[in-house]
């Protein structure tokens, strides 16, 4: 009963190192989604898959790039990590758009 | 932004107290719903109320929406120590939409 997974749970970066945060779900949901959280911000959305084979750009996509690699997994990769990217990220899955989102434990980054 | 604005940003009650938190937003809904953080992990998912719903009630908690003022409130009824946590609104737009957008959340401290 895992529901979803991300890792790796922490991760430091020095400026301009690249990295990939995986995430995985078994409730078989269609839709998928990548979220930023920082202090006094919220979450903003910086990727989604609607379902397997389409991904779409959220509020806050530049300097991110996303794989739906199957029904079960969406990744989220930094090609050309900066400070500005620190944060936690969190990966979450939804039946269909609307519906309750399920998060996983997030990653949080430090990009020095 | 479609983002939510929750209000307060923080509040401490002591236990057994009621606790309530609001949430407004700027445009049409699809649906609103409720989540809770823990420190250190990811949201939890409370309730989903419907634009064509005015109150909803799951155990302790209670959530009213209120489409033409653009605002829906949260009600946690006896509070215990184990409800200190962030809780964040987030509205869902017009069906068919794809993703949720956040507010910045509430912080709920229950002193025992």
């Known amino acids: 009963n895992a529901g979803v997974t991300q890792t790796p749970k922490f991760q430091v970066l020095k400026t301009g190192q690249s990295m990939t945060l995986q995430c995985a779900q078994d409730?078989?949901?269609?839709?998928m989604y990548w979220y930023r959280q920082d202090p006094g911000m919220g979450l903003r959305l910086i990727y989604y898959?609607?379902?397997?084979?389409?991904?779409d750009k959220g509020e806050v996509p530049n300097g991110y790039n996303v794989s739906r690699l199957n029904k079960r997994e969406f990744s989220l990769r930094l090609e050309s990590a900066a400070p500005s990217q620190t944060s936690v990220y969190f990966c979450?899955?939804?039946?269909?758009?609307?519906?309750?989102?399920?998060f996983g434990n997030g990653t949080r980054l430090t990009v020095t | 932004s479609q983002q939510g604005e929750e209000d307060p940003q923080a509040l401490s009650i002591q236990e057994g107290e009621n606790a309530t938190m609001n949430c407004s937003y700027k445009?049409?809904?699809?649906?609103l719903q409720w989540y809770r953080q823990n420190s250190g992990r990811g949201l939890v998912h409370l309730i989903l109320?419907?634009?064509?719903?005015r109150e909803k009630h799951s155990g302790r908690l209670r959530v009213t929406l209120d489409t033409s003022k653009k605002s829906s409130s949260l009600l946690i009824t006896a509070s215990r120590a184990a409800d200190t946590a962030s809780y964040f609104c987030?509205?869902?737009?017009?069906?068919?939409?794809?993703?949720?957008?956040f507010g910045t959340g509430t912080r709920l401290t229950v002193i025992p």
């Open positions: 979450a899955s939804s039946d269909v758009g609307t519906s309750p989102l399920h």
């Open positions: 445009t049409s809904i699809n649906n």
């Open positions: 409730m078989n949901h269609n839709s």
């Open positions: 987030a509205t869902a737009l017009l069906a068919g939409a794809n993703n949720l957008f």
């Open positions: 109320i419907r634009s064509n719903e």
């Open positions: 898959s609607a379902s397997e084979g389409t991904t």
